[in-house]
């Protein structure tokens, strides 16, 4: 079975940083590329972050870039985003998302991030 | 960046009712169109891929069509569970692979 489990989120005040990590099992890790989308409360799907399968390509919504940096470990099947410089309006649930395709066949639960003094 | 345009945000019918979603693309993403389900307090689900493929166990009642900047997406009969939220989504070539602003669904 096909498993994402995302840790990590939590309180951080503006400014601060934080690790998301995903973990992932039930199919070949270093075989798909993977995003991280957002939701922010009462609001709707946002792009964040993608890599590709080995890690060698990574992109950036314009929102984030220069400040979050995603990355893999293929050797523990996990996903990460170090997000930095954080910003009030980055509070979110944050999903890690297997891409199959074009789609994303699997998301894992989410994980909360909020920024607040 | 490719930019999608979803309507309505919100929708209220009944049950049985055909429901029609509607999405345009910024530029022609061909058929590189997606659409979500997202019900309260969980992660999204892939309903369709492709603009008009059936992701495998989701029930024939969904549907998708469109190429090009116009997309559409069909419930041929709504049924109470299909209460959600429904998202669009283009995954043109590179990353960021953007999303529509969501249809709220209501009964």
């Known amino acids: 079975e096909v498993q994402l489990v995302e840790s990590g989120g939590g309180l951080v005040q503006p400014g601060g940083s934080l690790r998301l990590s995903c973990a992932a099992s039930g199919f070949t890790f270093s075989s798909h590329a993977f995003h991280w989308v957002r939701q922010a409360p009462g609001k709707g799907l946002e792009y964040v972050s993608a890599i590709d399968s080995t890690g060698g390509s990574t992109y950036y919504a314009n929102s984030v870039k220069g400040r979050f940096t995603i990355s893999r470990d293929n050797s523990k099947n996990t996903l990460y985003l170090q997000m930095g410089s954080l910003r009030v309006e980055d509070m979110a649930v944050y999903y890690c998302?297997?891409?199959?395709?074009?789609?994303?066949?699997?998301w894992g639960q989410g994980t909360l991030v909020t920024v607040s003094s | 960046d490719i930019q999608m345009t979803q309507s309505p945000s919100s929708l209220s019918a009944s049950v049985g009712d055909r429901v029609t979603i509607t999405c345009q693309a910024s530029?022609?993403?061909?058929?590189?169109l997606n659409w979500y389900q997202q019900k309260p307090g969980k992660a999204p689900k892939l309903l369709i891929y492709?603009?008009?493929n059936l992701e495998p166990g989701v029930p024939s009642r969904f549907s998708g069509s469109g190429s090009g900047t116009d997309f559409t997406f069909t419930i041929s009969s709504l049924q109470p569970e299909d209460v959600a939220t429904y998202y669009c989504?283009?995954?043109?070539?590179?990353?960021?692979?953007?999303f529509g602003q969501g249809t709220r669904l209501e009964i």
């Open positions: 492709d603009a008009s």
């Open positions: 998302a297997r891409v199959g395709g074009g789609g994303y066949e699997y």
């Open positions: 530029q022609d993403i061909l058929n590189f």
């Open positions: 989504q283009q995954y043109d070539h590179l990353p960021p692979y953007s």
